[in-house]
């Protein structure tokens, strides 16, 4: 079956510090993939995406992505995490032209100072 | 910046009672979504509206629920008989072009609470 899977529930990260977020997936294409935050009280908010072409790809706030085909991974990251990076993190994707969006459980990450 | 906007932030009904939940979606969209979210879970895809009819639908989107454009700017989504199965954040989304490929822009959700 198709899905998306985000195996992290909770990080805690110290201010300064490096991120990586996990995110896999299990379709039978490569999905167009997606990252988005929720702050509290807020919308998602897109970080970033990938299409194609460059496996490693830039977003907003100072993360990044890398998609990994062999390992079915698009995993994302940022070499210093700030207080106010804490949120929600979503992994989704989409394939081919369905509308939808497919979402991981999402993983919350608590930035301490 | 343009945004979706989504009212009321918290609904608090009765189990069978209709609740209508409204959206505004990015002025130049076309394509309109909801999502819902129940606590401790994924956001899962509901359904997605183009020109004035569903594209698509889950199977979660039964005879419960239905969608509307009742004018250019409201996008709402109705639920006719709710269950206490039915709290959930639930999501208005719209794009200007269909499909994963175009960015989706969420608004900040609705609380449904089902007593």
């Known amino acids: 079956a198709q899905s998306v899977t985000q195996p992290d529930i909770h990080i805690t990260v110290s201010e300064g510090a490096s991120l990586e977020l996990r995110c896999n997936y299990s379709?039978?294409?490569?999905?167009?993939l997606f990252w988005y935050v929720q702050s509290p009280g807020q919308g998602l908010q897109l970080l970033l995406k990938y299409f194609s072409g460059d496996t490693l790809v830039q977003g907003i706030k100072g993360f990044e992505a890398e998609f990994k085909r062999s390992q079915s991974s698009f995993n994302l990251r940022k070499p210093s995490v700030h207080w106010s990076d804490a949120a929600e993190y979503f992994c989704?994707?989409?394939?081919?032209?369905?509308?939808?969006?497919?979402f991981g459980k999402g993983t919350l990450l608590t930035v301490n100072p | 910046e343009p945004e979706v906007t989504q009212t009321p932030s918290h609904q608090v009904t009765q189990m069978g009672q209709e609740v209508i939940l409204r959206c505004v979606p990015i002025s130049n969209h076309l394509y309109f979504y909801w999502y819902r979210q129940i606590l401790g879970q994924k956001v899962e895809f509901l359904v997605s509206?183009?020109?004035?009819?569903?594209?698509?639908k889950s199977e979660i989107f039964d005879d419960q629920f239905s969608v509307e454009r009742p004018d250019g700017s409201n996008f709402t989504l109705k639920i006719r008989s709710t269950k206490l199965e039915d709290s959930a954040m639930y999501f208005c989304?719209?794009?200007?072009?269909?499909?994963?490929?175009?960015?989706?822009?969420f608004g900040p959700g609705t609380r449904l609470t089902v007593l």
């Open positions: 509206f183009y020109n004035n009819e569903i594209s698509e």
């Open positions: 989704a994707v989409s394939v081919g032209s369905n509308y939808k969006l497919t």
């Open positions: 989304a719209s794009s200007e072009q269909p499909g994963g490929r175009h960015e989706q822009f």
């Open positions: 379709y039978g294409a490569t999905p167009y």
